[in-house]
């Protein structure tokens, strides 16, 4: 047989022996999308050039470096988080894009040690990403970042409610009242709630709270809200915290799990023997609220869209690196899921 010419190759690929002459030469004027359909139909056909167009392909891609710090490595939510940063990242080479993510997890949610790493992540990197509590030792960090020109962005908790700092993650305030919605809605009649926070640092799990107040206000006053209690993103503390609620309130008939520590929270409910009695609300869907939904020990759980939450940030921090100086706010607000037993 003999061996493909580049007519061939223009052949299979859909496009004109120019273009593939293009390709070759490593021309600038080619979309990445015709780079990748070229490569893709040299190595099915045995191209002789294979290896040149590879090179060229590789060559043409803009390289960005970005980093992400994400909470506690052992929280299975951020596991998934971080998997699906990784996976958007790589989609980004069939843009011409080649996307180095540099994940770091913080065991220690201290504000001095989530400004340490952002400082020294921010110097490796052409744009940062945090998930972080708002403290004014985080927000030096952000500024200074900033003001040498390095796009900052904040996921899942804003960072800056005057639109300071880039933020992809839900409109927060809809999930409060959505959340109160479904206790109304699902309660047979009212009592009092209970109202676990991870921390009111977390601006997301504050207008979460912010939310959910304004909608027992507005539509259901006979509700009783207790007072928030913190769990600081611990489990153990989740649980204590769930047992202290059922204990001094004998007539709970409810529970909004805002932050983090809804593992322990649902194991307090089970111990209790009182978890198909109320109707628990909680945040995020994985293996454990999965769990949580199947056996009724969760009503509902309100969930990220998570890869469509870790295109979006990679898309942003790819325009915001491309333009520094632009003043383009590159804020984007994805819609939250909600499930139930009966659709997970």
């Known amino acids: 047989m003999p061996r493909p010419t580049i007519p061939d190759l223009a052949a299979a690929a859909g496009v004109s022996v120019a273009t593939v002459n293009r390709v070759l030469s490593g021309a600038g004027n080619v979309r990445a999308r015709t780079r990748h359909l070229v490569q893709e139909a040299a190595e099915s056909i ?25 909470l506690q490595p052992h929280r299975q939510f951020y596991q998934n988080v971080a998997a699906a940063i990784r996976e958007a990242a790589v989609a980004m080479a ?3 894009v080649e996307v180095e993510a540099r994940i770091e997890f913080l065991d220690d949610l201290s504000p001095q040690n989530t400004a340490a790493h952002a400082m020294a992540l921010g110097a490796q990197c052409d744009s940062i ?14 500024e200074t970042l900033q003001a040498r020109g390095l796009p900052v962005f904040a996921l899942i908790a804003q960072l800056s409610a005057a639109g300071l700092v880039h933020y992809v993650g839900l409109d927060n305030w809809k999930v409060g009242r959505t959340s109160a919605w479904a206790i109304e809605s699902l309660c047979k009649k009212p ?62 008939t409810s529970l909004f799990v805002s932050g983090g520590g809804i593992t322990g929270a649902m194991a307090a409910l089970r111990a209790s023997g009182r978890a198909s009695e109320l109707v628990v609300v909680g945040y995020d869907l994985m293996d454990s609220t999965k769990a949580g939904l199947l056996d009724g020990t969760l009503k509902v759980v309100i969930a990220h869209p998570l ?29 939250f899921q909600i499930y139930t037993r009966e659709n997970i």
Do not use: W
């Not at 009783?224 to 769930?242: H, I, Q």
């Not at 898309?315 to 984007?332: C, E, Q």
């Open 307 to 335: 890869r469509q939450l870790a295109e979006e940030l990679i898309k942003g921090m790819i325009k915001a690196t491309r333009s520094p100086n632009d003043g383009v706010n590159h804020t984007r607000i994805v819609p």
């Open 191 to 252: 009592g009092k709630i209970g109202i676990l926070m991870g921390n009111p640092r977390y601006r997301n799990q504050e207008m979460n709270e912010s939310g959910f107040r304004s909608y027992f206000r507005e539509h259901a006053p006979d509700f009783t809200l207790l007072e928030p209690l913190s769990t600081f993103e611990a489990s153990a503390v989740a649980e204590e915290m769930t047992e202290k609620l059922l204990n001094q309130h004998p007539d709970l």
């Open 94 to 96: 069939d843009q011409g």
């Open 129 to 142: 990403c945090i998930t972080s509590a708002v403290h004014p030792v985080v927000t030096q960090a952000v």
């Open 46 to 70: 045995g191209f002789y050039g294979l290896g040149t167009i590879q090179a060229k392909v590789s060559a043409s891609r803009q390289r960005m470096r970005f980093g992400f710090l994400l």
